[in-house]
Every structure is written in C-alpha cells, then in structure tokens.
C-alpha cells in the first residue's frame, strides 16, 4: 500500500519561529511536491522536486524553503513564520516522466502561527 | 496559471446528476480529477491526455476538450459517497508540473 506521510497532523507556532515540515514517501517517486490549501484558493504549489538536491518553485515561494537530501524525504521550511502562513499544507509525490503520473497525497499538516 | 473551476459548489439529492467543469487559458497536456473528503487527503479519480478518449469509471467519467482547453467531470446517479471537492489539476507539458483548481464543493443529500 502506498504511503506518504507527513510528521505531523496538527502544528502551532509563534511568530518569527523556524518551522519545519517534513514528507517522506514509501513508493521510490523521484517527484515531491508542497502545497498549500485555503479555502476557495484549492492547492497552490509552493515547491516540487524532480531529484535529489534539485528543486523549482510554484507560484507561491515566497517565504519558505525545502530541502530533499534523500530521494524519500522533502523538507519544507518556514524560515521566519508568519501569521499569513498559517494553513494546511499538503505534501505528494508522484512518479517521474509517465503517462499516468498520478500524485499521492499525505493526510497534511494544519499550521497555526500565533 | 491556475486552472478555473465551475461552479465553486452544489448540493444534489442522492441519484441527481452533475457536472463540474475546469478551464485553462493555455493549452494543455492533460488534466486530472482529484476528489478530496472532508479531513482526508486528495485521492487520484482520473487523467485525460492530449488526443486522448474520454474516460470514466462507475458512474464517474469525464471528457477534455483540447480546442477549449476545458475538461469536464460528469457524476451521474449521486451517491451519497460522492460528497467531497473535486479538483481539477493540468499540466502544460509532461513535465509533472501541475496546478490545481480551487476546487468544487460537492454535496450530496439523502
């Protein structure tokens, strides 16, 4: 069964703090992918990551920062939380370079920045 | 570069039908349906792709029109089970570089 899951469902913050969110995925996917849902926005892609160490922004970067080390695990970084950031956000993972690329969602993480 | 869903929301008595639509203004790849439950993650339903045929499985399918660069996603005969919302992601070129909708609420009453 295909996993991807994330550290942790819910997560409160204070303003100005360093947040890390961490992905990892159990199906060897080179392809990781962060997004942020808010209501009547749907899912805004932060970053992705097509291999190791490599990595493109989405439309909305600004304000955080990953990392993938290993090919399972992707890091999204809040480098100083702010109050606006606060949301769900949702990591997948996907093959690359297939026909039927279907994305595999975690469960989210809920971020509240006081 | 987000693609444009209609409507946001809809309310159905279980059996009705409905249609939920996605546009881009560029062309595109292919589009996929995502149908997400209430505190759960988006789960894959479907992709269409370029030259593509229409696809569906049960009473779900749906259908892309690359000349509109529109997608449509027909539920017929609602089950209760169909409640969620349903995402439309595209994708410009096969390149895994994805944007999703906003999304259609779908409610489906007894």
């Known amino acids: 069964d295909v996993k991807v899951t994330q550290s942790s469902r819910y997560l409160v913050k204070r303003t100005g703090e360093k947040v890390f969110l961490e992905c990892v995925q159990d199906?060897?996917?080179?392809?990781m992918f962060w997004y942020r849902q808010d209501p009547g926005l749907g899912l805004r892609l932060i970053y992705f990551s097509y291999d190791v160490k490599m990595k493109e922004k989405g439309d909305i970067p600004e304000g955080y920062s990953v990392s993938r080390e290993k090919k399972e695990r992707f890091s999204l970084i809040l480098e100083s939380a702010s109050t606006n950031q606060t949301s769900m956000y949702l990591c997948a993972s996907s093959f690359e370079r297939v026909i039927n690329n279907e994305q595999f969602f975690g469960p989210g993480t809920r971020l509240t920045v006081l | 570069q987000q693609p444009v869903q209609s409507p946001q929301a809809v309310i159905l008595r279980e059996g009705e039908d409905a249609v939920i639509n996605c546009s881009s203004s560029?062309?595109?790849?292919?589009v996929h349906w995502y149908r997400q439950k209430h505190g759960e993650a988006p789960v894959f339903l479907m992709i269409?792709?370029?030259?593509?045929e229409q696809k569906g499985h049960d009473k779900i399918s749906a259908s892309f029109n690359e000349k509109k660069q529109q997608s449509s996603l027909y539920l017929t005969a609602s089950q209760l089970s169909y409640s969620g919302t349903y995402f439309c992601?595209?994708?410009?070129?096969?390149?895994?570089?994805?944007?999703f909708g906003a999304g259609t609420r779908l409610t489906v009453k007894p």
């Open positions: 992601g595209t994708e410009i070129v096969n390149n895994n570089d994805m944007r």
């Open positions: 199906m060897d996917h080179e392809n």
């Open positions: 560029k062309a595109l790849y292919s």
């Open positions: 269409l792709l370029k030259g593509g």
